[in-house]
């Protein structure tokens, strides 16, 4: 992994990602893309002054990059990521789930595990409480994209506009839903790793890991009745890797 300082240094690092995942058709591309549009969000938000310490949530916005950077990077080279992104990773390779799945496995691994252990690690030199509000406000951003995402699942499985119109926007509302519960969940997180002692952080986070890989095993391989569903969808969603990483990005 490159040295990673500034955000720019995270977009060219996913940029580099997701053209390599086009080129070798890898549905690791999938993810890279949303947390492109994501970091790109957050950027804006700390340009447009929303945040009460820029630095703070830059600082934090590229701890929070390299976490995934380096999994990724450690996956590439057939090393150990943690087993949260090694079962997001792993689902890439067969691909044999739908993009929504696979959207989903990353946000399990990257919000669930990675954000409250980069949070954590942001508030080092100060109290993790000063953090909250402008944590907080990621929410707001991050929700802002979804109906974006919709609109290009949507291209992806196009029965998805009739299935919407009788379910609610049932993937918009899986894909916030989602994102929001695991950044609450990923709080208490970096508050409880935050107050621990420094030597106890490393069994805290693989304890951490497991529960979280626990999720992503049910989120690749889910109930009965909800396997019926995604295997139809997989059935008539796009199967071109390259056409869906051009939808995405």
């Known amino acids: 992994m490159k040295n990673i300082q500034t955000i720019d240094d995270v977009l060219h690092a996913l940029d580099a990602i997701i053209v390599q995942c086009h080129k070798d058709r890898s549905a690791i591309g999938y993810f890279a893309c949303l947390y492109r549009k994501m970091t790109l969000a957050v950027k804006k938000g700390i340009d447009d002054g929303i945040f009460a310490d820029a630095t703070r949530m830059t600082r934090l916005d590229v701890i929070f990059a390299k976490r995934y950077l380096k999994a990724h990077e450690l996956y590439i080279q057939k090393k150990q990521p943690t087993r949260s992104w090694k079962v997001a990773f792993d689902a890439c390779q067969k691909n044999e789930i739908t993009v929504i799945q696979h959207l989903l496995l990353g946000i399990n691994a990257h919000i669930n595990l990675d954000l409250g252990i980069a949070a954590a690690q942001t508030s080092l030199d100060k109290s993790i409480d000063t953090l909250e509000g402008d944590f907080n406000k990621i929410n707001d951003i991050i929700s802002s994209l979804v ?4 609109n290009e699942l949507t291209e992806i499985w196009f029965p998805m506009r009739f299935l919407d119109k009788i379910s609610e926007n049932w993937n918009a509302a899986v894909i916030n839903f989602s994102i929001g519960i695991a950044r609450q969940k ?34 690749r391989n889910p109930s009965i009745l909800k396997r019926m569903y995604l295997t139809m969808l997989k059935w008539t969603e796009l199967s071109d890797v390259r056409q869906i990483i051009d939808i995405l990005k």
């Not at 109906?147 to 919709?150: A, D, F, L, S």
């Not at 890989?213 to 989120?219: G, N, Q, T, Y």
């Open 186 to 219: 990923a709080w208490d997180v970096a508050t409880s790793l935050a107050h621990l002692p420094s030597v106890q952080h490393d069994v805290f986070i693989e304890h951490l890991d497991l529960k979280i890989e626990a999720l992503a095993l049910k989120i």
């Open 147 to 150: 109906g974006e995402v919709q």
